[in-house]
């Protein structure tokens, strides 16, 4: 029998064993789509809300998008890791996300509900990730997936906190 630590790789592989680093390059890159969408989304509110909830979700927002930013870096550095570009295009990042903009401007609370929901689908998307990871022999990925997820679960839960009645 011969041991997983002397199995050389397919010379498709990276040389790390990863199996199957375009389908977890794609899934990072819609992670990814979703990361920098809800910056840019999460950046938006920080910017415009108002009434009284302003000066929590002002604070929480902001932690959230510095955050969000450093993310963003993280996964296109993964991608790249792995052998395959990062979107160059900020379409390509609107056509991969899952997060979508509201139609009219929101209220405060609106903007509580609107990003706890988008957090809870990047999340899933996470836990999806994770699972291709560790099917395709991708701690590094698995790991930064989980770690992805546990801000995104926080995020659901503080969130949520906020306009709890």
Sequence with gaps: MTSPLNVVPDTNEPKTGVKKHAAVAEGLTDVLSDTYRLMFKT?????????????????????????????????????????????????????????????????????????????????????????LAAENRDVVTDDLATARSAFHEQAVWMLNAIVAD
Excluded at 81 to 94: E, Q, S, Y
């Design 43 to 131: 950046h938006a509110y920080h910017w415009n809300v108002e009434g009284p909830l302003f000066y929590s979700l002002h604070k929480l927002t902001e932690e959230q998008y510095e955050n969000l930013f450093q993310a963003a870096d993280d996964l296109a550095e993964r991608i790249r890791a792995l052998g395959h570009m990062a979107p160059l295009k900020l379409d390509d990042i609107v056509k991969a996300s899952t997060v979508k903009d509201l139609d009219k401007t929101p209220s405060a609370k609106e903007m509580v509900t609107d990003l706890a929901a988008d957090h809870e689908r990047i999340a899933h998307r996470l836990h999806a990730l994770a699972e």
